[in-house]
């Protein structure tokens, strides 16, 4: 079953515009929600995360809004570059838990 | 520098052949994971493993085993490789609470033929 749910699976936005990745959750015991980054050819990256007790983590020019109620987050990436094209890894791990659970991805494409 | 290094970076095997993918990381975390990347699946979980001597099932374990023999090594081990393992393996270290990010190797691009 696939706890983690992503969309769109692939997004295109123009230089300048802000991405919004979204990103949605089952399990009521995932408390912590990393988002990595990766590039072609590389292993994944973390980017930025967040814990269920906030509703909003920001770091530069990417945010993530949360909303516990909903089990629903989503990343977005204001003033896109083109060196943000990248898939996108939503993911959540609950207290004590070991092993991450990863969404399937959004494919990011920045045009010029 | 803190990292997880993956070899081969690619892998020919043929069909029925026995492969054997390592990693090796710096990081001193005692977890580990092996994961398959797929176009349309994400990152599937295949073996994690705790700590030195430890090794676990994951999501899809089916085909594969796995090796800890040290807090720095983890294997993934194909005793019979079939056409469907074709994939870009990563193996990763962390993901507990205490240090609950993961870092990945770089990946290893495995064909079978």
């Known amino acids: 079953q696939q706890q983690v749910r992503q969309s769109p699976q692939s997004l295109t936005v123009w230089e300048g515009e802000t991405a919004i990745l979204n990103c949605s959750y089952e399990n009521s015991a995932f408390d912590y929600f990393p988002w990595y980054q990766q590039f072609p050819g590389e292993g994944p990256a973390l980017l930025i995360s967040i814990l269920s007790v906030s509703d909003k983590k920001e770091d530069g020019r990417f945010t993530i809004f949360f909303n516990k109620r909903e089990k629903k987050l989503s990343l977005h990436i204001a003033d896109s570059q083109p060196g943000d094209s990248a898939t996108y890894f939503c993911a959540a791990l609950g207290t004590g838990g070991y092993k991450v659970v990863f969404g399937s991805g959004t494919r990011l494409l920045v045009s010029p | 520098e803190a990292a997880v290094t993956q070899s081969p970076r690619n892998k020919v095997a043929v069909t029925g052949g026995k492969v054997t993918l390592s990693c090796n990381q710096t990081?001193?975390?005692?977890?580990m994971y092996w994961y398959r990347q797929d176009t349309g699946h994400g990152l599937r979980l295949i073996h994690y493993s705790y700590g030195a001597g430890s090794t676990e099932k994951g999501d899809i374990p089916d085909g594969y085993k796995a090796s800890r023999p040290s807090q720095e090594n983890f294997s993934l081990i194909l005793e019979l490789a079939t056409p469907s393992q074709t994939s870009v393996y990563f193996c990763?270290?962390?993901?507990?609470?205490?240090?609950?990010?993961?870092?990945f190797g770089s990946g290893t691009r495995l064909l079978v033929i």
């Open positions: 990763a270290s962390g993901g507990t609470i205490a240090n609950s990010d993961y870092t």
């Open positions: 990081n001193n975390h005692n977890n």
